[in-house]
């Protein structure tokens, strides 16, 4: 049983570039949801989704999109990366009994 | 929308004394809640849950916390500290219903000196 597992771990973008993070889980999670954590503030929402199809915003979506085309994968998608996105990207997913579960990260860089 | 409170970006402790981390959170309907913990260049690690039922959750590692809704609070407290528990500690709130929204607080990093 994988968990969630999240690729790449580690990835540095030229400004502008455009990349895609991918999540997946084999829990048959409903809820999924994307986060950037920077140091001193914690781990914040960029989108979830209640369900395959959905999507919502969180507190800090500009500069990203996702899509929930399956149920167990959740894309982070960055069209034209900045500087300021340099963080380090979790994906966490949950089920109706609450208890969330992480992915070991994702380190992004842009340059 | 909900908000996860931590106060106390960082605590030091000596080992062997009481741990004491503080979270409130802000809504007015209570969430289910939890700590997770983070070591360097891991993930999240879950600690301990609050959803219905007794109000003093007990977690891994000798680790407790207790949830208060007059005080919206849900401290989280070890008797102990042990040098492994050097750690930086979040503390979220899942909004129940439909929604879903999971937030966390910003951390409070744990020292634990000898």
């Known amino acids: 049983n994988a968990g969630v597992t999240q690729t790449p771990k580690f990835r540095v973008l030229k400004t502008g570039q455009s990349m895609t993070l991918l999540c997946a889980q084999d829990m048959n999670h409903e809820y999924m949801y994307w986060y950037r954590q920077d140091p001193g503030m914690g781990l914040r929402l960029i989108h979830y989704s209640v369900g395959e199809g959905t999507t919502a915003k969180g507190e800090v979506p500009d500069g990203y999109n996702v899509s929930r085309l399956k149920k167990q994968n959740f894309l982070l998608g960055l069209e034209s990366a900045a500087p300021s996105q340099t963080s380090v990207y979790f994906c966490a997913s949950t089920s109706t009994q609450a208890e969330a579960f992480f992915g070991q990260g994702t380190r992004l860089t842009v340059v | 929308a909900q908000s996860v409170t931590q106060l106390g970006s960082h605590v030091s402790v000596s080992e062997g004394a009481l741990v004491l981390l503080r979270c409130n959170y802000s809504s007015s309907v209570p969430p289910y809640l939890f700590w997770y913990v983070q070591y360097p260049n891991q993930g999240l690690q879950l600690l301990l849950k609050?959803?219905?039922?007794?109000?003093l959750v007990k977690g891994i590692n000798g680790f407790e916390a207790e949830f208060k809704k007059s005080e919206t609070s849900f401290h989280l407290t070890k008797p102990s500290a042990h040098m492994s528990d050097a750690a930086e500690y979040f503390c979220a709130a899942l909004t129940s219903g439909s929604a879903r929204q999971l937030t966390f607080g910003s951390g409070t990093q744990l020292t634990v000196l000898p």
């Open positions: 609050y959803t219905t039922g007794a109000t």
